[in-house]
């Protein structure tokens, strides 16, 4: 007997690689995994930061830290206070700040509309 063939369509395989985990590499040799959050992950954070969220420039540093789902094999929880945060930053430090930014913006911050689209028409 053998075993059934899936096939996906674009859109899943489209959503399928959004939810897939990766993992990046710190100057200090730490394995972080990341994996794109969904949007609600976004709003709850704007709601923890409070006032901070108003802040343009604090925002764009700390949304990629949404993404951080372990260091080293040790789960990270998407943060729900701005303690929470504050501690996530200063666990990922540095080095695994600077790894994180670098790796959501090189998987997910390149955007190429067109090849979306011809994707989708697959």
Request: glycine share 4%.
């Amino acid at each position: 007997m053998s075993e059934p063939t899936v096939t996906l369509k674009p859109t899943q395989e489209i959503l399928a690689k959004a939810s897939e985990e990766s993992t990046v590499v710190d100057a200090l040799g730490r394995t972080i995994k990341i994996k794109k959050p969904g949007v609600l992950a976004q709003y709850r954070l704007i709601e923890a930061l409070g006032d901070s969220a108003q802040n343009q420039t604090y925002m764009a540093m700390v949304l990629p830290l949404i993404y951080v789902t372990a260091i080293d094999d040790l789960a990270v929880h998407q943060p729900k206070s701005k303690l929470q945060v504050e501690a996530l930053i200063q666990q990922l430090d540095e080095a695994g700040i600077e790894a994180v930014m670098r790796h959501v913006q090189e998987t997910f911050g390149k955007s190429d509309p067109e090849q979306d689209k011809a994707e989708l028409k697959k």
